[in-house]
């Protein structure tokens, strides 16, 4: 007998919008609505909207809640203050990465962590196995539902359905209990894609009716609904790690290049620390970089790649053709002596070993005004 799938609050109205679901990760979510490549592009050109409520919530509490987060997280919670979002991930004690997530700060005492949908449950065990008995851990992922408007018009799209003037939030800053289209929701100024936009936290009951007043308010802007597909090829384009192929517990973030949510000076110990200040002083064996490939084939998760005597060096941990630049694209986890800008490199795609090259990350940044 097949498992049931989990399924968000925004379900009952896939059908109607023609969406095609899959399972992802226990969850039966939809993978397109049009087309990935229609909505991909409509998110770089305009704007699309994401069902993203299969994330994770966690609220973290207590007298503790701060020095209890700093010990978890690579990133330092310093840079926080309430309404700023932080990026950051939480490693193993070998400095292989556990998971991912954006970090908000509503008060001194209180975080919402935001977790990967299929991490949920393994980091809310982790952190309680963790707090101290000042902290209190609290999974709210059943109770939150997550829409996320992204691309060049996602802006004056939600600014027409509400009366709080969102240019004064800033990228990863966020506002609690602003009212869109009569709907209190924590808006926040971040996203998945590369693009400008915003994601709205709001109740289960709320989501139905925030994602079809969002759809009637961007009609005319040319506000799509949008899949994991395009979430995927657009995460990809701006090299935005996933975690599983970019990013694992094999894996630490030093190796990803997420150097910059690794605060090894900061004034507190964290888990996994001593295994990258180990790792920066001995120097990474492999890191990921972008490749370009110059024969005719796309590189897909899993890959060999192999150097020019045909040794191989590492692997694809993600690749598509890049709607975008119609290029056969990748990201690669390889021996680090490879990862020259310009370097040749060989990629077996089924009985064939093609010809690729590294180029710099992200391929893709947009154009900030």
Known sequence: MSKELKRTPLYPLYTRYGAKTV????????????????????????????????MGEVEVTGEGAFPFLQYIVTNDLERLKPGKVLYTPICNEKGGVKDDFLIYQLKASHYLLVPNAANAEKVVRWLREQAPDDVTIADR??????????????????????ETDIQD??????????????????????GYTGEDGFEMYTSHENAPLLWEELLEAGKTKGLLPCGLGARDTLRFEACLPLYGQEISESISPLEAGLTFAV???????????????????????????????MDKGIPRTGYDV??????????????????????????????TPYTEKGSTLYVRIRKKTLKAVVVPMPFYMRERG
């Not at 087309?35 to 704007?47: D, F, L």
């Not at 992922?141 to 509400?162: E, K």
């Not at 939030?169 to 971040?190: D, N, Y």
């Open 306 to 335: 192999l150097n020019e005597d045909g040794k191989r060096i590492g692997l694809i941990t993600s690749g598509t053709q890049s709607p975008t630049f119609q290029k056969n694209m990748g990201l690669a986890l390889i021996e």
């Open 141 to 162: 992922s059943a109770t939150y539902a997550l829409l996320a408007v992204q691309g060049p018009l996602a802006a004056s799209i939600i600014q027409t359905m509400t």
């Open 263 to 293: 605060r090894l000076k900061k004034n507190s110990d964290f888990i996994g620390k001593s295994a990258l200040i180990e790792q920066k002083k001995t120097g990474l064996s492999r890191k990921i970089c972008g490749i370009e490939m």
């Open 169 to 190: 939030i800033p990228f990863f800053r966020f506002q609690e209990k602003v009212v869109v289209a009569g709907i209190e929701v924590l808006l926040s100024r971040t």
């Open 23 to 54: 399972d992802f990760g226990g969850w039966e979510l939809p993978v397109q609505f049009s087309s990935i490549k229609e909505e991909h592009r409509t998110v770089r050109e305009k704007a699309g909207l994401f069902d993203v409520s299969h």
